[in-house]
Each structure stands twice: as C-alpha cells, then as structure tokens.
C-alpha cells in the first residue's frame, strides 16, 4: 500500500480516485443487470475490495476479511470487511470488522488463535482470537502496527485500547522509511520456542522483518530478510509485499519446509503483481532461504493473482490459499464493486524431478456444486474438428485429460461468442500451455487486460496431459499438470458469449476424458 510501489491496494492517483467518486454517485444507474457478479467466487455485496485479511477458521466457520472501503467504489477509507462461510462458497457477508476510524485506516494483517490466553486478552475457559493489523494515519502517512481481538468467536472485534503495539519510533530502526512503510503484519505463534513471530514487509524495500513477543503484546526486533539473502534472485522483483509464513509438509516424506509467500509489486511472469513462494528453515528468528527457481517459486503465471494469505487454525498438514483477482485498480467495468477473491485452493508441497514443487488445486467442496452437462472419453480429436460447440456456460469446472501427438496443439475456447473468445491451448512441441485474452471481451479498460500468458507444462509419466479449468462470470483459472501451474485473469465477456469450442491443429489428440461440469449454487 505504498505510494512508490503501486499496486492494487497502494494509492491511486487523484484523478482516478475523483473518477471512482464519480462512478460510485452513477453505479445504480449504468450497472447491468447483474454486472459481471461472479456465481460461485467471493465478491463484495458493494464496493471496493482488495486483498483477504485475516483468514481463519472458527469452529466450522471460515471467515475472510478483506481489504474494503465500505463507503465507496474505489481505493480508501480502508477497513476490513467480513464474510462468513460454512464451505469456502457460500458466504454470508458481515458489518465490517475492524474500521476506519479516528483518521486511521486498517491496512493489511492476519489473524491468529491465541489457545493458552498469552495476551491475556481472553480467559483459560475462552481464549481470544487476535487480528493484526497495520494503521495507516491519512493526515501523516505513519503506517504502525495494531491488534484488535474477539471473545465471541470473531463476531466482533475490540480494538486494544494500547495500540499500536508496534509504534512508529520502533520501526525506524529497521525502515529507511521512517515508519511510512512498515506494513502487513503476519503474526503466528512458534511452538518450538513459546514466542509469538511477526513478520513485517517494508514498501519499497524488498525486504521482511521478524519481530517476537511473549505475549503477542511487547515485540522485539530479531532479523531482516532481504533480497541478498536469496540465492539466484531476480533483480527486477520487486516492492515486497502482504507476506505469509507457515511450515509445510513434504508429501511422501517426513520432512517439512517453511515458506515464506509473498507478493511483489513488479517482476512477475505475467508483468505486475505476482505471488511467490520460497523454501527455507526458521530457528524463531532468522529465515533461510533455499533459494529462487523460476520454474517452482511462482504460484500463478496469470496477471490476477495477487496478495494471496492463507487460513489459520487448520490441521498443520492443511494449506489453504486465496488472493484478490485485480491488477488493474478501479479500471475493470463493474460499477457496483472492485475485486474479488479468487477460488480457495489447496497448496502442498511435494519433491517432483530432484525439485520441490508446490502443487495446488481447488478446492474439493466444489465437486458437490457442480453438474456434468457434457462428457466425452476414449475419442479421437482430430484438424478440422470442432467438439462442444452445442454445450455453454458462464459458471464452469472443466477437466480434461488427454495425449497429445507430436506436433499438436489443442485448444479449449471458453465463453466464446460472435468475435469474443479466451483461448486455453496446449501445444505438444514445446509443452506450452497458454491463456490468451487478445479478444475475451472488453480488454480497453487497462493496457494489461489482453494478451498471452504461457507456462510449461509436463505430462504425466503415462504422457497425459491434465488440465483444469475453473470459468466464472468475469474469472478464468487453469490449473495444469495436476496442480503444478496455474493461470488465473479477469475476463469481461457479453453476457450472451457462453459458448465453448474444443479443437486441435497440427496432429491429432486423444483424449482420455473431457467433463465439462456447470456450476450451479
């Protein structure tokens, strides 16, 4: 959220933000009937929303906050919104959790269990949840650090009357900065040591900071974590931001890794935000970074993806991730919200060819909200046909599975309709896989909402190649080789291009499966 390193969430310049002022008097009257609200993706009831706060899960409830403006439909006035969901689905939208309030905003942080009563916030019968999060004073800039928490199970949620528990005069140390851009506090406890860990990013940078505490109230300083400190990393990542850290099991295997996950503001594989992923050690004070590999570290090759944290209080084995699908500010042409989360999906860690890769998918609850409407198995495509041309749909889950001979490149085109399409393709001579958006709809709001974005792609030991592909109202995410790569974007198609087209060129492609399933909620 800085001023240097714009972002979705960092600060819009004033005329885009007097355009966004303008939008929000007009959204009743120039939205479509349903403008473009997604079918089974989270987006606010109204206004802007930017990347997930908070995640956690309660009982059986999941509750996302998020970054949202609740007056307006566009950048400020920064709160955390609230939802709840009882499937990751189905979501119940709340008041808003943590305000704006006395001149100072509520930027970025997390959310954590605090089991033993440590802050002593709660009682030994009924422990505290604790949000953490980042104040922003509007009138100086100062970005401090702040904890709010709730004994109703995260109905509601009180303020520390303390705050902040990281000042400014703490920060200045350790942020050339000032104190302006120390943000996004991820906070856990770490059993092996009995101290609470917060992990700090500081705009501009690109570096983290590890803080601890006894008592998740007093921190001190221990470490900075800085692009130096890992081993083959890009020089043109950069503006560190919203970091995630949590250790995760090797599949397979009785070991586990920390990762540290995060998003910058440039460098990504598809220009802009991205979110990376690395590897290392913890000690409770200092990360070790195994170091950067293009081909693994990056958990999305598409250009809405961004911001991504996970929820808490799942079983250490259980990794759940979201992000905001919104690189383009308050551009995209909805009128009566901004951004929306992209669909839950799980992330694992497993060792595939000597490299540690991370594999994600969605979600499983999805398969109970959706219906086959065409099926195809064992059959032969072939140049010059056309297959799924009388099947449509603007909320799907489409698997496929299929074998490619040489020189073929199969292609999925998905809410197609007269001169619109989005373009999936694999092709077999250099295991690309691609998402072109040169004509998926209204690409003129951002100089970024077209184009290609392509990743490589492995078949599978038996030479199948496995694809995923998850279509909502205005969202595509493919998911490939199983989970090893994903690409997610914003599509805005007519209502009326719902169609789908499945063809190859060059050879032929058998393909072992095709389900194309609607999803309906």
Aim: some cysteine.
């Amino acid at each position: 959220m800085s001023p240097k390193y714009h972002r979705v969430g960092g600060f819009l310049p004033r005329h885009l933000m007097l355009a966004g002022l303008f939008h929000a008097c007009l959204f009743y009257h120039s939205a479509s009937a349903d403008d473009f609200r997604p079918t089974y993706h989270f987006a606010p009831d109204q206004y802007w929303m930017n990347e997930p706060n908070g995640l956690i899960k309660i009982d059986s409830t999941w509750h996302l906050f998020f970054q949202h403006d609740p007056k307006g439909n566009y950048w400020g006035n920064l709160a955390w919104g609230h939802a709840i969901s009882n499937d990751l689905i189905n979501w119940e939208h709340l008041d808003t959790a943590i305000g704006d309030e006395d001149g100072i905003q509520a930027f970025t942080g997390t959310a954590y269990y605090d089991q033993e009563n440590t802050s002593g916030l709660g009682t030994s019968d009924e422990p505290p949840y604790l949000a953490f999060f980042t104040g922003y004073f509007n009138t100086t800039g100062v970005q401090d650090q702040r904890l709010a928490y709730s004994i109703d199970n995260g109905d509601t949620w009180t303020k520390l009357a303390a705050n902040p528990i990281i000042s400014q005069a703490q920060e200045t140390p350790y942020d050339v900065s000032g104190g302006l851009e120390s943000r996004d506090p991820k906070v856990f406890f770490h059993n092996e040591t009995g101290s609470w860990v917060m992990v700090l990013a500081h705009g501009g940078q690109n570096k983290f900071t590890f803080w601890t505490s006894p008592d998740a109230l007093t921190w001190t300083y221990r470490s900075a974590f800085k692009a130096s400190d890992v081993s083959g990393f890009p020089s043109d990542v950069t503006g560190w931001e919203v970091p995630d850290f949590f250790q995760l099991p090797v599949q397979d295997s009785s070991d586990s890794k920390w990762v540290l996950m995060f998003t910058p503001a440039q460098g990504s594989p598809a220009g802009g935000n991205g979110v990376i992923a690395l590897t290392g050690s913890f000690d409770g004070t200092t990360f070790t970074a195994d170091g950067f590999d293009a081909s693994t570290n990056w958990l999305d090759y598409g250009r809405d993806f961004d911001g991504a944290l996970s929820w808490e209080n799942l079983p250490s084995s259980d990794r759940i991730i979201a992000s905001v699908m919104n690189s383009y500010g308050d551009n995209p042409p909805t009128e009566t919200w901004k951004g929306m989360l992209s669909f839950p999906r799980t992330l694992e860690l497993k060792e595939t060819g000597g490299k540690l890769q991370f594999i994600q998918n969605p979600i499983a609850e999805l398969d109970s909200f959706t219906t086959s409407i065409a099926n195809i198995s064992n059959q032969t495509l072939s140049p010059g046909e056309t297959l799924l041309s009388d099947t449509s749909g603007s909320a799907l889950d489409i698997h496929l599975a299929f074998v490619p001979a040489d020189g073929s490149t199969l292609s999925l085109a998905v809410r197609t309709g007269g001169s619109e399409k989005t373009v999936i393709s694999y092709s077999q001579a250099d295991g690309k896989l691609s998402v072109d958006r040169s004509v998926s709809g209204n690409v003129s709001y951002d100089p970024a909402a077209g184009g290609v974005q392509a990743v490589s792609v492995a078949a599978d030991s038996s030479g199948v190649v496995n694809l995923r592909v998850l279509v909502d109202e205005c969202s595509l995410e493919v998911f490939g080789g199983g989970g090893q790569v994903v690409l997610s974007n914003l599509i805005f198609p007519s209502d009326s291009s719902t169609g789908l087209a499945l063809t190859t060129n060059g050879a032929n492609v058998a393909l072992n499966l095709v389900d194309v399933r609607s999803v309906t909620l």
